[in-house]
């Protein structure tokens, strides 16, 4: 299966010893987890886009430290290039931003969090058991790392997991569409080098309490075959 990963973002040349970039994250996810997928990168922060839908099996958007409602060229761009693989019923997977980017672009709408920033292991609450979601489980806990979130659902878009903090965790739109706020690619050693990085923007209080919750089990593995 060949899934095309459009890259929103790069990490930081001083965190690449982690983990990589977002490619090679999502690759050792699959790696593990799912490893009949093929990832083929495509920067489209900086403007590469697939010449054609027909060029990937499936489509697969990763996070940035950009904001969904940006008036960046690159991020109309892509809003566009979503509606297209949304319209051809092509399997589009969005993970943080790309889960927002989804929202916006099918006519939803996203904004800051009144809750502030959503950081460390989280859980989330499954309110829609759907078919291709196995293995089966009512709650999953993964990694978060952002300050936006969905605030009103595009057409057709359902609430498949909700977080305390977060009420559109996981969404659906369609038959071929699915957001994921969280991040089942960051290791917790990526999680824990963003974290102290981030204590003044987060808060300190805040920082203190994810870096505790990165000792909780995760659920990557489960929201891999998820995707896949």
């Known amino acids: 299966m060949k899934i095309g990963l459009l890259e929103c973002d790069h990490v930081l040349e001083r965190f690449r010893h982690i983990a990589g970039d977002y490619r090679e994250m999502f690759a050792a996810l699959f790696d593990r987890h799912a490893p009949q ?99 089966e489980q009512s709650r999953c806990a993964l990694q978060y790392m952002h300050q936006d979130q969905v605030e009103r659902l595009p057409e057709d878009g359902v609430v498949i997991g909700r977080s305390d903090h977060c009420p559109v965790a996981m969404l659906r739109v369609g038959d071929s569409t699915l957001g994921i706020q969280a991040h089942p690619e960051f290791p917790k050693a990526y999680s824990k080098a963003l974290l102290l990085d981030r204590v003044e923007r987060i808060g300190e209080e805040r920082v203190k309490a994810a870096l505790a919750s990165l000792d909780q089990p995760t659920d990557e593995s489960v929201v891999a075959k998820w995707i896949v």
């Open 37 to 135: 997928i093929s990832l083929h990168a495509f920067d489209v922060c900086n403007g590469e886009f697939p010449p054609s839908l027909d060029d990937c099996d499936a489509y697969l958007t990763t996070g940035s430290r950009f904001s969904a409602y940006d008036d960046v060229d690159w991020i109309h761009a892509l809003k566009n290039f979503a509606r297209r693989i949304h319209e051809a019923k092509r399997p589009f997977v969005g993970v943080c931003f790309g889960h927002q980017l989804i929202a916006e672009a099918l006519g939803g709408r996203v904004a800051r969090a009144e809750t502030g920033w959503g950081a460390g292991a989280r859980g989330i609450e499954i309110l829609r058991r759907e078919l291709w979601m196995q293995p």
